[in-house]
C-alpha cells in the first residue's frame, strides 16, 4: 500500500491509475489521515445486451406528445 498526499495525486493521477492496473493498493491522504482509496473497476455483468428484453412494458399513448392542459394555480 502506497500512500500519496493530495498534490502529488493530482500531479500524477494517470501514473497512479497505470499502477491500480498493475494491481497496487493506492491510498490518498490529507494533511496524513487517509482519506480515500483507489481501486480497480471490475464489472459484475458483461453480458451482452439483449434488444427487446423489456417489450410490452411500456405504454406509449396516441396523445402523448400533445400539449398539456392549462393549469389554474
Known sequence: MTI???HEAKT???NLLDRVL???DIVIAKAGKPVA???PFVAEDLSP???GIDKGKVIIL???DE???E???
Open 4 to 6: 500519496y498526499n493530495i
Open 12 to 14: 500524477h493521477f494517470s
Open 22 to 24: 498493475k494491481g497496487e
Open 37 to 39: 482509496r483507489i481501486l
Open 49 to 51: 445486451r439483449v434488444p
Open 62 to 64: 396516441p396523445d402523448f
Open 67 to 69: 400539449p398539456l392542459p
Open 71 to 73: 393549469f389554474d394555480l
